[in-house]
T-cell receptor, first 112, second 114 residues
């Protein structure tokens, strides 16, 4: 059973547009929600993360929106650039080493 | 890739053969992890280690074993490889397991079992 559901599976956006990736979870024990970015042939790397006590976190062009009551969170990439083309994974974790669960990934392509 | 190397980077093997993948870190992090990445599943935890000789199972541990004899090395063994174990394997490390501690991933090993 997938602990974190992610959509869409793939996304094509024009340069300068907004990319939006959505995730949902069920386990209310999760208390940390990171997003990872993965380029082809590389391992995932932490992009941005949020705790459930805030509704939004922004770092540069990347923003996480968090809706605790709906158990949903999303990644917004403003002014999307071709260099943002990658696979993005949302994740959710609680305490403990075996408590980080990943979504299925979204392949983002930004067209020049 | 945060001082993490994986070897080999690519391997093709036949069903029934044993396979060992190696993860080496230079960060002296306590926790090490093995994940597999498959289309439609994201990354799933196979096994993890919280110290030398201390390991535990993850979500998809069947058919895999691990060992950690030194802080810097974490080995993943497929005793008898099957085609369902064709995947990309990632090693990760973290300083602690508080939940908010960042996991740093290695470059991955692409394994094909024929």
């Amino acid at each position: 059973q997938q602990q974190v559901k992610q959509s869409p599976q793939s996304l094509i956006v024009q340069k300068g547009g907004i990319s939006i990736i959505n995730c949902a979870y069920e386990n209310t024990a999760f208390d940390y929600f990171p997003w990872y970015q993965q380029f082809p042939g590389k391992g995932p790397a932490l992009l941005i993360a949020i705790r459930p006590d805030v509704s939004e976190k922004k770092e540069g062009r990347f923003t996480i929106s968090f809706n605790k009551s709906a158990k949903q969170f999303s990644l917004h990439i403003m002014d999307s650039q071709p260099g943002d083309s990658a696979t993005y994974f949302c994740a959710a974790s609680g305490s403990g080493a075996n408590n980080l669960f990943f979504g299925t990934g979204t392949r983002l392509t930004v067209i020049p | 890739d945060a001082g993490i190397t994986q070897s080999p980077r690519h391997k093709v093997t036949e069903t029934g053969t044993p396979v060992t993948l190696r993860c080496h870190q230079t960060e002296n992090h306590r926790y090490m992890y093995w994940y597999r990445q498959d289309p439609g599943h994201g990354l799933r935890l196979i096994h993890y280690s919280y110290g030398v000789k201390d390991t535990d199972k993850g979500e998809v541990s069947d058919g895999y074993s691990v060992s950690r004899s030194k802080t810097e090395d974490f080995l993943l063994t497929l005793e008898s490889a099957t085609s369902s174990q064709t995947s990309v394997y990632f090693c990760a490390i973290s300083e602690s397991a508080t939940g908010t501690d960042t996991q740093y991933f290695g470059p991955g090993t692409r394994l094909t079992v024929l």
